[in-house]
């Protein structure tokens, strides 16, 4: 079984400051990895995925992410915030199974990201 | 395009009676989703759909059934609601059923079971 763990609930950072948000997985078998963004009152949005190759992954929005195997991490980076960043941000695992997981996502419990002016 | 929509976007209901959760995408995709988002819980997966045809269980399916209606629609039943059923709903859909496919999500159903 595979799990997601999201190691800070709010981080709160000032305009234009740098931002991360840290994200652990546990899974016995290889995994692709998911960074999701929800804004007030709407669904989730995707910013960036791992599946394979290098280890640093650009998403929209000038966020990043990178895969770190042997710390089993997939920690989201901004160097500089915007207000309009302010959103809870999600990161989730599936486990690559030769394509019959059917895109069986595991979410972290979520990071709310507040930016102040 | 309007991508993944879903009906309701608010309901009450008291316990016991029973709703639907409406969820149809336009996006010709073959695999459709329903999950519930708690605080704190992350979200979690009810049942899928992997194509037209099939369902099956996520992780929290207890008290739900599914229906695939056609390749557009998936619906959610709530047969005999709970308290413990009061949530956020979100539907998702995605190309294949594949574990490295984007999954795209509606903009959520709150319900309130009191």
């Known amino acids: 079984?595979?799990?997601?763990?999201q190691l800070d609930s709010q981080v709160p950072v000032f305009e234009e400051a740098p931002v991360e948000l840290r994200c652990n997985y546990s899974s016995s078998v290889s995994v692709y990895l998911f960074w999701y963004v929800q804004y007030p009152n709407q669904g989730l949005q995707l910013l960036l995925k791992y599946l394979s190759g290098s280890t640093l992954v650009k998403g929209i929005n000038g966020f990043e992410a990178e895969f770190n195997k042997s710390q089993t991490s997939f920690h989201l980076r901004k160097?500089?915030?915007?207000?309009?960043?302010?959103?809870e941000y999600f990161c989730a695992v599936t486990h690559n199974a030769g394509g019959t997981s059917y895109g069986k996502l595991t979410f972290g419990q979520g990071t709310i990201l507040t930016v102040h002016p | 395009n309007a991508g993944v929509t879903q009906t309701p976007k608010f309901q009450v209901l008291k316990t016991g009676q029973s709703m639907t959760l409406q969820c149809a995408q336009d996006m010709n995709h073959n695999s459709m989703y329903w999950y519930r988002q708690d605080p704190g819980m992350g979200l979690r997966l009810i049942y899928y759909s992997a194509s037209e045809g099939t369902t099956d269980k996520g992780e929290v399916p207890n008290g739900y059934?599914?229906?695939?209606?056609?390749?557009?629609?998936?619906s959610l039943r709530l047969e005999s609601a709970a308290p413990s059923q009061t949530s956020?709903?979100?539907?998702?859909?995605?190309?294949?059923?594949?574990?490295?496919?984007?999954?795209?999500?509606?903009?959520?159903?709150?319900?309130?079971?009191t």
Do not use: M, W
Not at chain 1, 79 to 87: E, F, G, K, N
Not at chain 2, 65 to 74: D, I, M, T, Y
Not at chain 2, 106 to 112: A, E, Q, S, V, Y
């Open chain 2, 88 to 113: 956020v709903y979100f539907c998702a859909s995605s190309v294949l059923a594949g574990e490295n496919d984007e999954q795209y999500f509606g903009p959520g159903t709150r319900l309130t079971v």
């Open chain 1, 79 to 87: 160097p500089s915030v915007h207000i309009s960043d302010t959103a």
């Open chain 2, 65 to 74: 059934n599914v229906s695939r209606l056609n390749k557009r629609e998936f």
């Open chain 1, 1 to 5: 079984a595979q799990s997601v763990t």
